[in-house]
């Protein structure tokens, strides 16, 4: 709540917008609505505020994945090495 508050005072209209639908579900009304305007003149619009899907290059993967076994090899890589993987580096 403060790193939203203090974002939005920084003129964060997504921020805004977080602290307004925040006092729109736990009240009171009013700080919601001085939030909700608030985030119109910062302007916020959703289709330019809210993170869009990602967007695949690969066909996913339908193998279960043992995600301690993925865990382990991601950290034994970043132990031994000093770079990034290279199918993380490529993104």
Do not use: I
Not at 5 to 31: E, I, W
Not at 54 to 67: D, G, K, Q, T, W
Request: proline letters at 7%; hydrophobic letters at 45%; aromatic letters at 10%.
């Amino acid at each position: 709540m403060y790193w939203w508050r203090f974002a939005a005072g920084a003129d964060h209209a997504l921020s805004a917008h977080v602290l307004a639908v925040y006092h729109a579900a736990t009240g009171p009304l009013t700080s919601a609505r001085a939030w909700c305007a608030y985030s119109w003149h910062l302007g916020y619009a959703a289709d330019q505020h809210l993170p869009e899907p990602l967007r695949l290059s690969a066909a996913p993967n339908r193998e279960p994945v043992n995600a301690a076994s993925v865990g382990q090899n991601l950290l034994k890589h970043f132990v031994a090495k000093d770079r990034l993987p290279e199918a993380l580096a490529r993104h």
